[in-house]
């Protein structure tokens, strides 16, 4: 595509729900990242993908949230028993490998509610 | 570890007057730094760079910023603003030793005016 899609781009659950969030990045950018950015704050670094692989999961707040990019293009964060902290936008962005530091191509992100 | 502080979450200013935002970081190695915008209803976008060379760095909008090593400041400046530039502005920081994990700062909301 064009750019890098997100999707939904709004979602409400539920306290205690599963919810997943998708990123379809740039075609052909092998690296993929996911922020996240609560309300007045800045992007905080969550997850890096080179290809498949998560190179630096070194910002998963904790094992309630998983990231997967199985064929090394469309990813999928997960969060487990969602809390209301989890409340956010989730950002998604791509680049082409990962090592032209800081372009980085964002979507315009998901934003979740936990009621 | 980096850290990036926008003191200013807000600047309200009229139209074509000159403007700074500012960014000052903090980290124990050195840095690439760089200036990303999100205009209303879209995703982040940068803006300009500061990877290495003059401290002086242009868009292509008319945005510079100077890296100030010893202030460790990146402050963003446009001399005549536009309505059009209404958005929030994100400084960030990277260490200039391997793949691009930003860390960001909290952002600052410019608000231009007739």
């Known amino acids: 595509g064009a750019g890098v899609s997100q999707t939904p781009s709004n979602k409400v659950t539920e306290k205690g729900k599963y919810v997943e969030l998708r990123c379809d990045p740039i075609?052909?950018?092998?690296?993929l990242y996911w922020y996240r950015q609560s309300l007045g704050q800045g992007p905080e670094f969550l997850i890096y993908f080179q290809g498949t692989g998560a190179a630096d999961d070194s910002g998963l707040p904790n094992d309630r949230f998983f990231a997967v990019r199985p064929e090394g293009s469309v990813s999928t964060l997960k969060i487990q028993r969602t809390e209301r902290g989890d409340s956010a936008v989730y950002l998604c962005?791509?680049?082409?490998?990962?090592?032209?530091?800081?372009?980085?191509?964002f979507g315009e992100g998901s934003r979740l509610t936990v009621l | 570890a980096q850290s990036v502080t926008q003191l200013d979450s807000q600047v309200p200013v009229f139209e074509e007057a000159p403007v700074e935002l500012r960014c000052n970081y903090s980290s124990s190695v050195s840095v690439y730094l760089f200036w990303y915008v999100q205009y209303p209803n879209q995703g982040l976008q940068l803006l300009l760079k500061y990877l290495s060379g003059s401290t002086l760095v242009e868009s292509i909008n008319g945005f510079e910023a100077e890296f100030n090593k010893s202030q460790t400041s990146f402050h963003l400046r446009k001399p005549s603003v536009h309505i059009s530039d209404t958005a929030e502005y994100f400084c960030a920081v990277t260490p200039n030793s391997g793949y691009s994990t930003l860390t960001f700062g909290k952002g600052t909301m410019l608000l231009v005016s007739p």
């Open positions: 075609s052909g950018h092998t690296a």
């Open positions: 962005a791509s680049s082409r490998s990962g090592t032209e530091t800081g372009e980085l191509f």
